[in-house]
């Protein structure tokens, strides 16, 4: 098929909108950038609906729009299970941020690592906190790069101007304006963006569900009717690989550095539960879009663009696919703008939150001499090497097993579990303790990962157990406490430290 | 800590696949498998603005 004539013009229009507001991100609120909360936390004073943008738009990012999408048309109802798991982590994060939230306004935490070092008095445990926060983010970050380049492939490929390197280039670019922007403005322009991401991302949500509704004249029926079986239900051997799977990445969501950030930026403890509360409504959108994988197969229009594309990698071109064939062109051009920077953003945000990590709990814990204005000229200049890293990673991984990018980042992220979500509740845990567990669980869990994988590409996250499949991350998780619980009760040391808040109960 | 409860229920009930792991009965085509996950979301959120509404005020931090 011909690419409609609007969609380039109209994606290239949207997509400078998208460079203006990031760029004036800046002069937004204004405080001053050179202070580190300023430029990283927008100065503590996003409310309830900012933040509700920000860190949804955080949840809507290329594992929703392609790498879900792409496991639900590859493997079926398995990978459905990134819904349940959006309705579970906000009540995990309810559970733990708010706390972590009152104790990082009175003390000026910026970082997870920051409450840890504090609560532990470890420079070694913060120090392993921090790199586990930067290294788990650079796949995530990858899988963004991935979505992104199912958008310019999908774009090219309807345009028949497709080609390895004018991909790369085009991506290239977006790179280079993304990390322009992320280093003038940092979560201000991330946080205006978001808002603009967002009511783009709603578009292309309603109107892809909306035009294939209309194509499968409202009925999902007759689209599972001719699915096989393991696209209607789950298959028994895989029931215990869904749960640890909902499992694990509800336990790691709010883990990760780039949440904790969205979590300190709101205004009050209130806010940011409220907040929180409504975040699951996301997961109806989500859950439309992983449903495409299935409805997918009963677009002929579709199915044959996707035929362009070789088999091994056809899954992230499943809705840009339906976009392009389904949408009128204008409407197409916006809707791919919004998965683009749907990948561009959270990509931002991450890219970020490793800045800090790097700048306030590396950096400055050794060299102590580092002033604020210092602090915030290496958290931009890291931000910018970060998300390059992350850009060779891409090259790297093949795009069928972007989702297996976001579960390993899983498998080492869910480690910091232990130190963080327990040590809000408990001093208990010996700081040698929890060093030991976190480190052979991120040990145990890549191994895990490599064997299962035959030592191959990743295609799986899942480990043959006497339990069943599980989910490597839930493994590792469990060898982590066992160590951290067994080594703190015997080995001798001191206990973590109380953490006295003029508000606390 | 009976307010954790309203987090715990709507928790384990997503977490339970094998609760609502069959395809009848349908809703607009879509097996129960699909659509019970689907309600789920806004059940879930009802819950945590429930949570949130009586934790009001409260300002703990870490013990």
Known sequence: MALD??????????????????????????????????????????????????????????????????????????YFYAVPYVAITFGVALAFAPRLWVVAKEKGYVTGSDFVRARFDSKTLSTVVALTGIVALLPYIALQIVGMQAVLATILTSANLASQSTEEIALVIAFVILAAFTF????????????????????????????????????????FATAKANYVTLPGSLVPGYMTLVLGSALALYLYPHAVNGVLSAESAHKLRLSTSLLPLYGVGLAFLALMGVLVYSVPSAMSFLGKFPAASQGIYVVPSLIITVLPGWLAGICLLGIFIGGLVPAAIMAIAQANL????????????????????????????????????????????????????????????PSLFLGLYTKWFKSRALIFGLVVGILAGVYMALQANNFGPLTTSLYASPFGSLYI????????????VVLSAILPGKRGLDIQTTAGA | MVLILLLLVPSLVNFLAPLYNFDAPTALGLPFFYWFQIVMLPVSAIFYLAFSYLQKGSTEGPS
Do not use: C, H, M
């Open chain 1, 358 to 417: 790097l700048a306030r709990n590396i950096v400055k814990e050794y060299r102590p001499s580092t002033t604020s204005v210092g602090e915030a000229r290496i958290s931009k200049w890291a931000s910018v090497v970060f998300k390059f890293v992350a850009l060779g990673f891409v090259f790297a991984v093949p795009s069928t097993y972007a989702v297996q990018l976001q579960l390993l980042g899983g498998v080492l992220i869910l480690q910091l579990l």
């Open chain 1, 473 to 484: 991350a839930v493994i590792a998780l469990g060898l982590n406490l066992l160590i951290s």
């Open chain 1, 5 to 78: 004539p609007a969609t380039i013009p109209v994606f290239l229009v949207f997509f400078a909108v998208f460079v203006f507001l990031g760029f004036y991100g800046s002069r937004w609120r204004k405080g001053d950038l050179s202070q580190l909360s300023e430029w990283a936390l927008a100065g503590r004073r996003l409310g309830t609906w900012l933040v509700f943008f920000l860190v949804g738009a955080d949840l809507y990012t290329a594992y929703t729009f392609v790498a879900i999408p792409s496991g639900v048309f590859a493997k079926g109802s398995l």
């Open chain 1, 184 to 223: 003038t403005s940092g979560l201000r322009g991330a946080t205006l963006t978001a808002v603009f991401k967002d009511i783009l991302i709603w578009l292309t949500v309603i109107a892809v569900i909306a035009a294939i509704l209309y194509q499968i004249g409202g009925n999902f029926g007759a689209a």
